[in-house]
């Protein structure tokens, strides 16, 4: 493979100055399906980068939703708890933690 003669990368990217999207202006430095892309648009590069962000976002939800449980959980079992009877248990806990 020769890196010289790749050309340009041949992703389309909106001009902002044009309506109509125009090929990226960065030479390209791999080829794939007899393309050639720069680093930025490799189709491999940026669905590794999709899927990092996927997992990214998959795992924030699930710390959200934990959260979200944690809560939940902590709201309905005070609510059985008188708040001086909390108060106690809080002060309890935070001798035992000292
Ligand atoms: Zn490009």
Redesign the pocket.
Known sequence: MEKNNLG????L?SHQYSFHPV????K?VVVRDRKG??????PEYKKAKRKEQDEKWDKESNERAKKKKRTQLEKEYCKYISTEELERRVNKSKEIEK
């Open positions: 340009r990368c041949s992703e990217v090929q990226c202006s960065f390209a892309y720069c680093k930025k648009h490799d």
